[in-house]
């Protein structure tokens, strides 16, 4: 049976770039203007590096994308031969010589590898866009996940350094761009790894309510019939997406159209409401429920319970390790080592309570309300405390 909410709801898939991305014009611009003379005289440009930063969900990858589509349609109205290599170090994993395989399978399809390793597969690469006049652009996307989980950070030396690869030719490689969430990877390399990183980083500012609500919009247009899903629905869905904690993740508000949308079809309705919506926020938000917090330990309670009131007197989003282990002190009022403070934080982990946002910083995982679940963990570790001093 055909849908009465969706015209094409592939067009709300995470997946999906828009051909027109509201709202980032001016970091579009400003990337294509840096690479822009490269599709004039690319033999006199330069290697450039660049690095893109910014929170979950607001169209890092997706405006990078858009920007190297755009090159690749100037290089190609210049005839000039030119691919960019996509990689999402997330996703894709691994080491220095499985990334650089897939750069040199996606620059070389007919190419294969067997047998060479990471330094002669770069070389090839090289000699091979050198050779055939083309030209490439490397991004890799959630570089500091990589860097978080690696030892083998010669990856960011390697790219950044590619013209020195041989000094005496050119280098086709003309960019890499690294896209990351904030610079707290910068941590785990060292300064001359950092110094080759690029100047400035390009900062992505997360989306305001208004700016939500006019990305939703259009892509509610592109995905819903005409007259299924009103404004009150979107500036709903834009509201929870700027608050605490989806803290203006797109991807979020777009789940919530879509299997909102997916809802109301399952109805048999034509339209789909701010309930809809709400049932399905209540569901895939994640909320805690407390038979959830009754069944933590006491010391992960008292960890969670130092977590939110971190987050409280701070105000923020997310709490330094070194912010919850104070806390925690503060709450205890007795020593207790920071070893065992991790344990607690990994249980919070393993639970999905708690994510972690960042090298040595976490943020809540689920949906609450912090004065509500505040006063539950507080009467539950009073509880046990009284039951362990036997009153
Ligand atoms: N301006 C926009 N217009 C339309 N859709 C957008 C816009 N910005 C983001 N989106 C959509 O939001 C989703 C998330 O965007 P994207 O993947 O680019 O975010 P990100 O910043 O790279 O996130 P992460 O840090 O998690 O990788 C995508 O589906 C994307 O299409
Ligand atoms: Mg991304």
């Known amino acids: 049976m055909s849908s009465l909410i969706f015209k094409d709801r592939s067009k709300l898939s995470p997946r999906y770039i828009p051909t027109e991305l509201l709202h980032r014009k001016i970091q579009i611009d400003l990337i294509c203007d840096i690479f822009e003379p490269c599709t004039s005289s690319p033999i006199l440009f330069p290697l450039t590096i660049i690095q893109i930063l910014g929170p979950t969900g607001i169209g890092k990858s997706s405006t990078v994308i858009k920007c190297a589509t755009i090159l690749e349609k100037k290089f190609s109205e210049k005839f000039l031969k030119f691919k960019f290599v996509y990689i999402n170090l997330k996703l894709h994993g691994g080491n220095k010589y499985t990334i650089y395989k897939y750069i040199l399978e996606t620059l070389m399809p007919d190419i294969s590898c067997q047998g060479m390793s990471a330094e002669e597969m770069i070389r090839y690469v090289l000699k091979y866009l050198r050779v055939e ?37 050119s280098c086709n490689i003309k960019g890499i761009i690294f896209i990351a969430r904030s610079k707290e990877f910068y941590e785990k390399l060292d300064p001359a790894e950092v110094s080759t990183l690029g100047r400035i980083p390009i900062e992505f500012p997360p989306y305001s309510q208004e700016q939500i609500s006019d990305i939703l919009d259009a892509r509610a247009k592109e995905a819903f019939y005409q007259k299924t899903i009103g404004t009150d629905v979107i500036d709903k869905i834009s509201k929870i997406t700027v608050s605490e904690p989806v803290n203006g993740d797109i991807r979020y ?52 319970l130092a977590i939110i009131k ?28 920071d070893d065992k403070i991790n344990n607690n934080i990994d249980d919070l ?17 689920r949906i609450m309300e912090l004065e509500k679940v505040e006063k539950i963990l507080e009467q539950k570790i009073k509880m046990n405390t009284s039951v362990k001093n036997g009153k």
């Open 253 to 304: 508000a777009l789940d919530l159209l879509l299997h909102g949308g997916g809802l109301a079809e399952s109805e048999f309705t034509d339209r789909v409401t701010i309930e809809h919506v709400m049932k399905i926020h209540n569901r895939i938000g994640n909320n805690i429920d407390i038979e959830e917090i009754q069944n933590l330990t006491n010391d992960t309670a008292i960890t969670l």
């Open 349 to 365: 982990l393993e639970h999905k309570i708690i994510a972690i946002k960042s090298l040595k910083e976490i943020k809540l995982a």
């Open 310 to 337: 971190g987050l409280k007197i701070s105000r923020k989003s997310s709490l330094k390790l070194k912010e919850i282990y104070l806390q925690m002190k503060e709450l205890l009022k007795e020593k207790i080592s």
């Open 133 to 169: 006049k083309k030209y490439a652009i490397i991004i890799l996307d959630e570089i500091d996940h990589l860097i978080k989980i690696t030892k083998d950070l010669g990856i960011v030396y390697d790219l950044t350094r590619l013209n020195e690869f041989e000094p005496n030719e």
